[in-house]
């Protein structure tokens, strides 16, 4: 019925940069608060960003801050997740995640407060 698809993943050098896409079949992603998680090998899984409906809110975590940035593209209804300056720590399965809006925002980090998510794209950064 509703399915969120990811995209962009790829093996990169530290230093390097990848885009990221999530993008939405089944129902407007416009009406959803959009959250970006990852799990590492051997770790659990971890909030790193969010961006609110109205794109007026953004949120990340401090392993990425400054690094990492999120954005809704207002025409095509796709997020995107821009990483710069990867690191090894970053490699992990990125997943993107929708959210009601009515949900509030102090508790985007809340990985069951999300009601769909996609397959998740691997993001490696090694040498």
């Known amino acids: 019925q509703v399915q969120l698809v990811e995209s962009g993943g790829g093996l990169v050098q530290p230093g390097g940069s990848l885009k990221l896409s999530c993008a939405a079949a089944?129902?407007?992603?416009?009406?959803?608060?959009i959250g970006w998680f990852r799990q590492a090998p051997g770790k659990g899984r971890e909030a790193i960003s969010y961006?609110?409906?109205?794109?007026?809110?953004?949120y990340y975590a401090d392993p990425v801050k400054g690094r990492f940035t999120i954005s809704r593209d207002s025409a095509t209804s796709i997020i995107h997740l821009q990483m710069d300056s990867l690191k090894p720590e970053d490699t992990a399965r990125y997943y993107c995640?929708?959210?009601?809006?009515?949900?509030?925002?102090?508790?985007?980090?809340?990985?069951?407060?999300?009601?769909?998510w996609g397959q998740g794209t691997q993001v490696t950064v090694s040498s």
């Open positions: 995640a929708a959210r009601s809006s009515l949900a509030g925002v102090s508790t985007w980090w809340d990985e069951a407060l999300y009601e769909f």
């Open positions: 961006i609110s409906k109205s794109a007026g809110r953004k």
């Open positions: 089944g129902f407007e992603l416009d009406a959803y608060g």
